[in-house]
């Protein structure tokens, strides 16, 4: 009898010891990681932060090189000697791909791991579903993604694009490029495509373009056949397909567009959604020619970018590319950093919100401040797809454009901004 | 008379896509009532194992070819992991549904995590455990009575090949750094590019037939040709339709049922090797190629009926077409004399709204035929 349970206890101890190793040896993702501390001293000498981003499931493809420019941010950082003479250490936490699991991995790092800063989430899903918890918690999160706008957070810093600084330049690029031109806006079925396009109808409307048509494919969906037949009906002599679609998505649209014998010479299109990262995926065939606007691509000719993309060469690989989210995530470390230091704590998350105003980095896509609505002025630039899948910027402007989170296109934002330097205006006041 | 063709061509290349997915698990489900909740991820397989053939042959004079190569390649590999799936899961639980349905299910997510992370130092860590774990094994029970020892032996040898394999992947690891870490796929969607003879398409008018899926039509047809032709004219293809009918009665006769149960298992799973290449042309390669399509798999078994070929055939086209009618706004100049009616049409044409409309018709069906188009007749369905 004895003998029989402690057998069983030995083999479920076996199984148990055997299983957590492969476990720990296939899925080291998901685990604690001190990038580059040579010993911390007793007492946990380290400044916690937390990574929040998806490791599994449909996002995890985007989200992991944000993962890997962060952590590469962090890591500098580090080899520099650290934040106020400590070393930093990252918390990496698997969203999942799923935004009930965000909120919960958010409130885990803030509550159980007491990190002093979040960096994480790509989709807009994932960001709404965190937004109050970092709110109830008065917690701080640097969101690296270029979004619909529309928001405006005393708890988030955004460091990608807001729509002025993307989807606005665009268009009127296209306008100007293209004069005359219908336009068929074609996105994935959820938040971020659906206000976009809303807000480029606004645009439209008010400078005298012309849509012809508008499609959203459910996300993930790969049959786009009728949406082609529909773009050929609606502009059988050529137009402009403004493109919002994310994910697999976009390799369907794209190859069967050839397919259909519907090239950029006739039917150009811009993407909001494209980087160097998905041309890899997408295959540079079926892309060539066609426009992306963004902050940043690994193309930009700054002295910052050199320095970028050969240090990430080198720690990821040679094959590897570099995009505007990833430069995104590494600026928000960086600017993170220097409000730390200028607010000479890290704890006070208070006294960090209000040094990070007004922080100016010299980032790979140029300078970049941190303005009093907790965006970034960014510069805008517009990429045609070049033989070897990365852009040849053929538009940039001359300088950072402000941010504004508040649309002025759509009527029910329109007049409104955003400022946290100031207790009295907040987050959505109405200019005079 | 240019409409009428796009809409017939939209609408059959859109059913002959879902009739490839589906033909596999059409089998197999009408076989052995197993519900492959893996049968996406081996169409993955089957994208990765294109993708993998391009690669190969890209700098040889086979290249303009590769896709040949690459749907028997396809079809092998597939056709022996869903041999693999059989033997090692599936058989176990014959005749109970739920658990298949929730095991296959499992499979499924361990065969994306796995495309996701397999690299070098994944193969050889698992490749040096399953060595020495197995290994001693079969030597254990080859000089004694493993039986007496088994407890002891997983207690002992379980941890201590795992620490092995953990230890030398890690060595190595280190010692070759990025070219031995480096996933092989990685989490990015890979790119497989249609041969240069596939791109473009066949200009009717103003219209023009992508060559590709003109390739996938032709493709779904041979493949119910052969399909059709094994099972009708093998001998094999016989025990597996005897065994469909009445499996206790063919075993009593002989056929070894087992067997039966396998190669129908890895036929359904080549199919989908096959199905995989073909959408790879189509879309996107990556560990979720395989969720994209099925759901609207399922539904072309269910609405077809199960069992029957002809129903999954008729099921496809007619889901295919709905479609494309709905979604392309085809209808609208039919029957949108009215104003209000062209309203309501427009409304329900994107792509979203065509799936929820088409979703909502297959629920109405199958309220006035559960069984579906061709229900098998007879008193064995019930298995």
New interface residues.
Partial sequence: MTRGIR??D??V???V??GS??L????GETTTTTEGSPSPAAGGETIKVGILHSL?G?M??SE??VVDSTMMAIKEINDAGGVLGKQIEAIQEDGASDWPTFNEKAKKLIQQDKVVAVFGCWTSASRKAVLPTFEAEDHMLWYPVQYEGQECSKNIFYTGAAPNQQIEPSVTWLMEQYPGKPFFLVGS?YVFPRTANTIIKAQLAAKGGKVVG?????L????????I??I??AM?DGGIIYNSLNG?S???FF??L????MGPDKYPSMSVSIAE?EV???????LKGHFAAWNYFQTVDTPANKVFVANFKKM??EDRVVNDPMEAGYIAVNIWKQAVEKAGTADDLNKVRMAALGQTFDAPEGNVTMENNHHLSKWVRIGKVRDDGLFEIVYSTDGPVAPLPWNQFVPETKGFACDWSDPAKGGKFKMS | MTQLLEAVFGGLSIGSVLLLSALGLAIVFGLMGVINMAHGELMMLGAYTTFVTQNILKATPLAPAYIFLALIAAFLVTALVGLLLERTVVRFLYGRPLETLLATWGVSLILQQFVRSVSWQFVTGLGIFCLLYFGAQSLLAWKTDFDRVRNWFIGIMLPLSAIIALVVSNVLGNAYKLAFTKPWFGTQGVDVTAPQWLRGGLVIDTYQLPYTRLFIIVLTILCLIAVYWFLNQTAWGLRIRAVTQNRAMSACLGIPTQKVDAITFALGSGLAGIAGCAVALLGSVSSNTGQAYIVDTFMVVVVGGVGKLVGSIVAAGTIGTLSYVIGSNALSPLIGFNEQIKAVLEFFATASMAKVVVFALIIVFLQFRPAGLFPQKGRTVDA
């Fill in positions: 057998r069983r030995f083999i101890f076996g199984s010891a055997a190793i492969l720990k040896a296939c899925g599994s449909t995890a493809i992991k090189s079925d508008e499609d959203y494919i459910p993930g969906g790969t049959e786009v056949t009728p949406i037949s529909k050929k009906a059988p697999d976009n390799v369907a190859k069967q050839q397919g259909a014998g990262e890899q995926a997408i295959g540079v065939e079926y990821y690989g």
